[in-house]
């Protein structure tokens, strides 16, 4: 892993994009030593964000850039990808390496299930994605997703595994398979970090396709979180640094890059960035800066005092 050793910049900065207006970006700090790693869009002006540390939830005004820890999560929680039901006024949380996902009332902080997926250790429970009745949790680790029923008035049900078949079941020795994840029209779209590649699922029985990328590639090695908007995907690189925006076709066969956002065009604003979210026309980046370290267990650890923040672009 590359070191970085730059700091963000919170004057505005411009960014050079194909196919869009250049926006500009500004930072929204989050607290040292958070280690953040996921972000969800709530009410109004507001975001979520997810600590790797100890599972903590912090809550931020994009308007404002003011926060502060909203959910002080029990002890040896881990938050990883997030997604925010505003039915339900609830937030569900993929809980990493612990093999569990949580949800929270995002009216209180109130912890509402703590939802055992997998086996701890054996498994990453890394991003998830929400329709009407169900929650789908990808697994870096396993070719598997992990569906939990959404019953009547929302009722939390029992999860179960949903073993893959197809090209989205490669598993990689070693390695991050299965990361951020969406729904859409009755399917599931996911990316495979090691891969560099995307896919769709049947959620109703695992078997998967591979989605043909074209006007350009995605970094193996590095793919992360991921953002549907209409026909409009998002997909975060990590390492290299960049947010690739493709146009999804129809049958959701093939995508196109239509436009890519650098490190370089943001003058250095990305710090290893992990998962994005949009709010009211702004796309929020996490800066992970997973290039310092990780806490445990899944890492060594991180310098005290390590700062973090969100990148806000506007468009």
């Avoid at 729904?183 to 695992?206: Q, S």
């Amino acid at each position: 892993m590359r070191r970085i050793s730059r700091l963000l910049a919170v004057v505005p900065v411009v960014v050079l994009t194909m196919g869009m207006a250049a926006p500009s970006v500004r930072s929204v700090p989050l607290p040292d030593d958070f280690s953040p790693e996921g972000i969800a869009a709530g009410t109004g002006t507001t975001v979520y964000v997810g600590s790797l540390r100890d599972g903590d939830i912090y809550r931020a005004d994009l308007r404002t850039g003011k926060g502060a820890t909203f959910i002080d999560a029990p002890a040896g929680r881990i938050a990883g990808g997030l997604k925010f039901d505003r039915a339900h006024h609830r937030l569900w949380v993929a809980g990493g390496p612990t093999g569990h996902a949580y949800v929270y009332d995002t009216r209180n902080g109130t912890p509402l299930a703590d939802l055992a997926l997998a086996t701890p250790g054996a498994s990453l429970i890394n991003d998830v994605a929400l329709t009407k009745d169900a929650a789908y949790f990808t697994d870096s680790f396993n070719p598997v997703i992990y569906k939990v029923r959404i019953g009547h008035h929302g009722k939390i049900g029992s999860a179960r595994a949903i073993a893959l078949s197809g090209p989205a079941a490669t598993i990689v020795p070693g390695g991050f398979n299965l990361n951020g994840i969406a729904a859409a029209n009755g399917r599931l779209i996911v990316d495979h970090t090691d891969l560099g590649k995307l896919f769709t699922i049947n959620p109703r029985t695992g078997s998967s396709r591979e989605i043909t990328v074209t006007g350009g590639a995605l970094s193996a090695g590095s793919l992360d979180g991921i953002l549907l908007r209409g026909n409009k995907l998002y997909v975060v690189e990590n390492f290299t640094e960049r947010l690739m925006t493709l146009k999804l076709s129809h049958d959701l066969r093939t995508a196109r890059i239509v436009a890519t956002v650098t490190d370089a065009d943001v003058k250095g604003a990305f710090r290893i960035p992990t998962a994005v979210a949009e709010q009211n026309g702004k796309l929020a980046l996490v800066n992970a800066r997973f290039d310092v370290g990780l806490p445990p267990p899944l890492g060594t650890g991180v310098p005290p005092g390590t700062d973090y923040n969100l990148v806000v672009l506007h468009k």
